[in-house]
Structures are given as structure tokens and as C-alpha cells.
T-cell receptor, first 117, second 111 residues
Framework: AQKVTQAQTEISVVEKEDVTLDCVYE???????LFWYKQPPSGELVFLIR??????QNEISGRYSWNFQKSTSSFNFTITASQVVDSAVYFC??????????????FGRGTQLTVWP | NAGVTQTPKFRILKIGQSMTLQCTQD?????MYWYRQDPGMGLKLIYY???????DKGEVPNGYNVSRSTTEDFPLRLELAAPSQTSVYFC??????????FGPGTRLTVL
């Protein structure tokens, strides 16, 4: 079975602080994909990143960076120099591409990030 | 491209009423999905489709039905609305196993 755990329910930081959102996943499949989505107060889900299980390279996109470690089954997300506009719920998700599961996403419960000015 | 569109944005139903949530995508994606999001929870899969004429159940299909007659459209039907179906519903689409792109959501309240 697939499972994603986001242990941090809520995080509050002050603008310009760095913040890391944790994501731990469980799967027995060797081929899988990990995702982060952002859900701002307006409610839509915005895709941020997709990583496959064979690519453990860290990725940086502007103020965002992601650390994928298969040894600890973690896919953490760091925002550097946070801004008020980063306030949102962030979801980590997992998909596997075998059999009848056919790429469906398994979501964590999300982390509510609040950035104060 | 409009991406994934959903209608309506908001709806209030009485217990026992029926309704259809509409979802359309213009990206020619073969896979489409319906999720529901309850407060403080992640999204859970209701139904999905890998192409026109092919649908299958997800984690929480009870009380819902779907159809997929075209590549673009994937409506979700609630036959006898119950308070437990109060939720935000998201439609998503993808090209095979690739990234899923989501619609703006439909907020449904059943009273």
C-alpha cells in the first residue's frame, strides 16, 4: 500500500525566514513519482514539482528547493527567504505506475504554512 | 488553453437531491480523475478514467457515478446526496502517468 505522511500540520514563520516542509512516503514499488502541490487560499491546486524514484538529485527553482532521499523515504521542500505570498497549504503526493493503480495520486494531509509580514 | 474547467463553483443541495458536477479538459489528456477534499485532509480518489469509455473506482466511490463518453469530459454524478458528501471536489487530468493538472474545484454543501 502507498502512504504519504506530512507530520507538520501547521507552520508559522516571519517573512524572510527559511522553512522546510517534511514529507515521508511508503511504497514497495521501485518505480514511483513524488509531487508537491500548493493550495493557496483561493483553493486551486498548483503543481510545483515531480520527481521519479530513479532521480535523487536535489532540485532548486528560485527560492524553492527539494531534497529527495530514498534512504529515509523523504522528499522535503524548502522555501528560502519566505514571503507572504508563500502562505498556503502544501501537499506532498505519491504515485506508482503499476497495475490497476495507474498513476493515481496518494496525498498527505497537507501542511498549512503561514508567513507573517 | 483553458486547462481543466469545472462547473459549478459552488452548490448547495438538500438531502436526497441529485446533481452532476461537470469537468472538461482541453489538453487532450487521456487520464482523468475525480478527488474529494475534506477539511484538514488530503485529497482522496473517487473515480478515474484512462480513456473514453473506460472508468474505474478509486478509494471512495460509494454514492457517486461517472461516465466518460469523450476524451474531454468526465462528469461526476451524485444520485442521492447525503451530508457526508459535503466536500470540495476536484477534477484532474494527465497524459498517462505524467503530472496531473487540477481544475479550480467545486464546493458542495449538502443540508
Amino acid at each position: 500500500a502507498q502512504k504519504v505522511t506530512q507530520a507538520q500540520t501547521e507552520i508559522s514563520v516571519v517573512e524572510k525566514e527559511d522553512v522546510t516542509l517534511d514529507c515521508v512516503y511508503e511504497t514497495r514499488d521501485t518505480t514511483y513519482y513524488l509531487f508537491w502541490y500548493k493550495q493557496p487560499p483561493s483553493g486551486e491546486l498548483v503543481f510545483l514539482i515531480r520527481r521519479n524514484s530513479f532521480d535523487e538529485q536535489n532540485e532548486i527553482s528560485g527560492r524553492y528547493s527539494w531534497n529527495f532521499q530514498k534512504s529515509t523515504s523523504s522528499f522535503n521542500f524548502t522555501i528560502t527567504a519566505s514571503q507572504v505570498v508563500d502562505s498556503a497549504v502544501y501537499f506532498c503526493a505519491l504515485s506508482v505506475s503499476r497495475g490497476s493503480t495507474l498513476g493515481r495520486l496518494y496525498f498527505g494531509r497537507g501542511t498549512q504554512l503561514t508567513v507573517w509580514p | 488553453n483553458a486547462g481543466v474547467t469545472q462547473t459549478p463553483k459552488f452548490r448547495i443541495l438538500k438531502i436526497g437531491q441529485s446533481m452532476t458536477l461537470q469537468c472538461t479538459q482541453d489538453m487532450n489528456h487521456n487520464y482523468m480523475y475525480w478527488y474529494r477534499q475534506d477539511p484538514g485532509m488530503g485529497l482522496k480518489l473517487i473515480y478515474y478514467s484512462v480513456g473514453a469509455g473506460i472508468t474505474d473506482k478509486g478509494e471512495v466511490p460509494n454514492g457517486y457515478n461517472v461516465s466518460r463518453s469523450t476524451t474531454e469530459d468526465f462528469p461526476l454524478r451524485l444520485e442521492l446526496a447525503a451530508p457526508s458528501q459535503t466536500s470540495v471536489y476536484f477534477c484532474a487530468s494527465s497524459y498517462s502517468f505524467n503530472t496531473q493538472y487540477f481544475g479550480p474545484g467545486t464546493r458542495l454543501t449538502v443540508l
